[in-house]
Every structure is written in structure tokens, then in C-alpha cells.
């Protein structure tokens, strides 16, 4: 069993900035895709970024240029750095890491942007 952490939500102003953090313990084989889903209230769950087991990355158009995602293999977490960040932003979001023989979800985070 594979148990996600997410840290890092929280309230902040438009054009703020917020850093989120997913780390993955637990009976962990090889990890491949690492990611951020998000949903908003009354919206489907959709892809905010990706990141896969050699680096590389795919964003949702509504938020390239001001979203980076990255991971840190050595400690099995993935981050989301969310800069300009807009009312719109505003969800709970998830974190799914897909691994050789699993694939879990975070308990989500809710990240609330303000006008």
C-alpha cells in the first residue's frame, strides 16, 4: 500500500505564489508519472501537470508559464510551484503518483485564491 502526504495549500491573493508538496511512503515500487489533478467546485477533476519518471512534463493550457511541476526521486515527492496564481485557480487539488504495480491519490489540498 502507497500512502500520499500533500502539503502546502492554503488561501492566497491573486498573483500570489503557493508551493505544493506530495510525498509517497509505503510499498513503493518503481514510480513512473507524478502529478497534480485539480477539481473545482461543480467541474470535473482535470490535469493541472505532469511529470514522468525521466523528466519530462505536460501542463494544462490554463496554466503553462505559471505552474511548474518537478520531482525529487531520492525522496519519492513531487512539488507544484503555482506562481501568478488566479481566482480561477481556485480547487482542491490532488496528487497521483502512478507507479509499476499501483497508482494512489492524495487526499487533496485546498488552494483558494482571492480577488
Known amino acids: 500500500q502507497v500512502q500520499l502526504v500533500e502539503s502546502g495549500g492554503g488561501l492566497v491573493q491573486a498573483g500570489g505564489s503557493l508551493r505544493l508538496s506530495c510525498a509517497a511512503s509505503?510499498?513503493?515500487?518503481?514510480?513512473?508519472?507524478m502529478g497534480w489533478y485539480r477539481q473545482a467546485p461543480g467541474k470535473q477533476r482535470e490535469l493541472v501537470a505532469l511529470?514522468?519518471?525521466?523528466?519530462?512534463?505536460n501542463y494544462a493550457d490554463s496554466v503553462k508559464g505559471r505552474f511548474a511541476i518537478s520531482r525529487d526521486g531520492a525522496k519519492n515527492t513531487v512539488y507544484l510551484q503555482m506562481n501568478c496564481l488566479k481566482p480561477e485557480d481556485t480547487a482542491i487539488y490532488y496528487c497521483n503518483v502512478v507507479g509499476s504495480t499501483f497508482t494512489s491519490w492524495g487526499q487533496g489540498t485546498q488552494v483558494t485564491v482571492s480577488s
Open positions: 509505503g510499498s513503493i515500487s518503481s514510480i513512473n508519472d
Open positions: 511529470i514522468t519518471r525521466i523528466g519530462s512534463t
